[in-house]
Nanobody, 122 residues
Framework: VQLQASGGGLVQPGGSLRLSCAAS????????MKWYRQAPGRQRELVAT???????NYADSVKGRFTLSRDNAKNTVYLQMNSLKPEDTAVYSC?????????????????WGQGTQVTVSS
């Protein structure tokens, strides 16, 4: 199983980006998926969480601006980021608990995607 994050880039303040985190492999179910971010010199911050049933939770700093959604058929979670601010600049990484098929059973493990850089600057 692999996680692939994409969608980062350079955007002006007030702009939007959509990050994607796609899982591939012998996947039975993506359980909880989380987006984290880490800015230079700062601790990693949990930005948003979505459960297998679609329940979401957001950090106070992004509430009302960021929206999570998931496409279970594509094993993909999207983080829509609107009204971006310079303080949103960071490397964003996705993390998921994924249940996958083994040769004889199901197994749940924790996976990380590679980071994607988001830069908000004029």
């Amino acid at each position: 199983v692999q996680l692939q994050a994409s969608g980062g880039g350079l955007v002006q303040p007030g702009g939007s980006l959509r990050l994607s985190c796609a899982a591939s492999g012998r996947i039975f179910r993506i359980n909880v998926m989380k987006w984290y971010r880490q800015a230079p010199g700062r601790q990693r911050e949990l930005v948003a969480t979505i459960t297998s049933r679609g329940s979401t939770n957001y950090a106070d700093s992004v509430k009302g601006r960021f929206t999570l959604s998931r496409d279970n058929a594509k094993n993909t979670v999207y983080l829509q980021m609107n009204s971006l601010k310079p303080e949103d600049t960071a490397v964003y990484s996705c993390n998921a608990a994924i249940t996958s098929y083994t040769s004889s059973s199901l197994q749940t493990d924790d996976f990380w995607g590679q980071g994607t850089q988001v830069t908000v600057s004029s």
